[in-house]
């Protein structure tokens, strides 16, 4: 046996360096398939939008086609679900926003553990929501809504994109700092939701400003207010609700985030590609008029933003009794 050590060590060695060398001829690799970017929302909103003009941009980047694969529900979570447990290879990744912040405080169990079931890519860029209503709607303030919405509590009602959304809990602050009553239902993406607001079901959104600005460019949607602590420079001419009710601020975001395990040399890449995409004016032209700050800058900056806003709105679900419904 022991004559047989040195010829096993040998072996043992040269094993070790082809699987090395195979790891890092398959990194080299990547991508060498195309990339499926799951949008947890239903086609046609905002999300949805930002997701396919920024996947075209990796595409070029990467030199493989980035597949928009749209999973709407449950407030996000069975898109995001699904990524979760995904394999961690780079081949799968989420465009998370706002519900990724909020679900682990506003639903009671999830099927994932935010904090541990994903590695952050990028956080592409902030912008604020917007308080909209049908172009014939009698409301044209802020205070028309707060007026309206006292003298018949729980008649108005306001869409969003699902439950735990930015939509949702930009309605939910509204109603509990104005002190009011008003009724709120959930759909399975932005696009439903606005699609019942012009057709007269419901009679608001606090929508993002990616999912209603084109609505409200063409005058079928009427721009109340926007949900930042100021004005929004694409939109100078919307107050923000702030002005109406001191306090008052809800941000949306956008983020990508792969799988936890993720190799770091593959996040590297996809952050590299999502920030040159951000940055073309391809995708500014598309964004920044709708309000949208682009930041693209390291995973890192994901990960230190998202942790605030839990926080953050962890408080806020818990002092103001928010529950999902």
Do not use: C
């Not at 990524?83 to 290879?89: C, I, L, W």
């Not at 465009?95 to 099927?111: E, G, R, W």
């Not at 983020?255 to 920030?275: E, F, H, M, Q, S």
């Not at 995708?283 to 839990?310: C, H, I, N, Q, W």
Request: no cysteine; net charge positive; charged share 20%.
């Amino acid at each position: 046996m022991p004559r047989r050590l040195p010829f096993l060590v040998a072996r043992l060695i040269a094993f070790t360096a082809a699987a090395s060398m195979a790891a890092s001829a398959a990194l080299a690799a990547y991508p060498d398939k195309p990339i499926r970017l799951v949008v947890p929302f239903a086609p046609g909103g905002g999300t949805d939008l930002i997701a396919r003009t920024l996947g075209a941009g990796m595409s070029r980047e990467l030199g493989q086609t980035v597949i928009i694969d749209n999973k709407p529900g449950a407030g996000t979570i069975i898109g995001t679900d699904a990524v979760a447990k995904s394999a961690p290879d780079g081949y799968t990744l989420v465009i998370a926003t706002f519900a990724h912040a909020v679900n682990p405080s506003l639903q009671p169990k999830l099927p994932f553990d935010t904090e541990k079931a994903f590695a952050p890519v990028v956080l592409v860029g902030r912008g604020p929501n917007v308080l909209v209503v049908r172009a014939d709607s009698p409301y044209r303030t802020v205070k028309d809504v707060i007026d309206a919405a006292k003298a018949k509590p729980g008649k108005l009602t306001y869409a969003s994109q699902g439950n735990g959304t930015s939509a949702h809990l930009a309605g939910e602050m509204f109603t509990n700092l104005a002190k009011l009553q008003m009724t709120h239902v959930p759909y399975r993406g932005a696009g439903p939701a606005i699609t019942d607001l012009l057709g007269g079901q419901v009679d608001m959104i606090f929508g993002t400003a990616a999912a209603v600005s084109t609505f409200v460019d063409s005058g079928k949607l009427r721009a109340l207010a926007v949900t930042t602590p100021q004005r929004s420079p694409a939109l100078k001419d919307v107050p923000a609700i702030a002005e109406t009710v001191p306090g008052y601020v809800v941000e949306s975001w956008y983020g990508l985030y792969a799988p936890a395990g993720t190799p770091a040399d593959v996040i590297a890449r996809l952050n590299a590609a999502a920030k040159k995409a951000a940055q073309t004016d391809d995708f500014k032209k598309k964004v920044e008029s709708e309000g949208l700050v682009v930041t693209a800058g390291a995973p890192a900056e994901l990960d230190m933003y998202v942790r605030a806003e839990e926080a953050r709105w962890r408080k806020i679900v818990k002092e103001n009794n928010v529950k999902p419904e």
